[in-house]
Nanobody, 125 residues
Framework: VQLQASGGGLVQAGGSLRLSCAAS????????SGWFRQAPGKEREFVAA????????YSPDSVKGRFTISRDNAKNTVYLQMNSLKPEDTAVYYC???????????????????WGQGTQVTVSS
């Protein structure tokens, strides 16, 4: 499985960006997709995740109400719509795919088997 993340860039605080993550290769059904981010000097952290069916989504309080994850299985693509961006959202954003992830592990990096290369998001104040 190969993952290609795109859509990052420079935006002013309060602005919006939409990230995309396209999967290719031997992708099977029923995989969960997640977004994580890593700011300079910080640990990688969970941003959002979605199950194959699209009816279960997960995100931490820090982005709830501002970020929305969605997917188009026909295109093997997952999206992260980011609104009301803040300077503290500045980071490299990574998409990931995992099979057989249980609900309580959706926010765990270790649960995901495949990772994209990351896309830089910079929010200026």
């Amino acid at each position: 499985v190969q993952l290609q993340a795109s859509g990052g860039g420079l935006v002013q605080a309060g602005g919006s960006l939409r990230l995309s993550c396209a999967a290719s290769g031997r992708t099977f059904r029923n995989y969960a997709s997640g977004w994580f981010r890593q700011a300079p000097g910080k640990e990688r952290e969970f941003v959002a995740a979605i199950r194959w069916s699209g009816d279960s989504k997960y995100s931490p309080d820090s982005v709830k109400g501002r970020f929305t994850i969605s997917r188009d299985n026909a295109k093997n693509t997952v999206y992260l719509q980011m609104n009301s961006l803040k300077p503290e959202d500045t980071a490299v954003y990574y998409c990931a795919v995992g099979y057989g992830i249980i609900r309580t592990s959706m926010a765990s990096q270790r649960a995901y088997q495949y990772w994209g290369q990351g896309t830089q998001v910079t929010v200026s104040s």
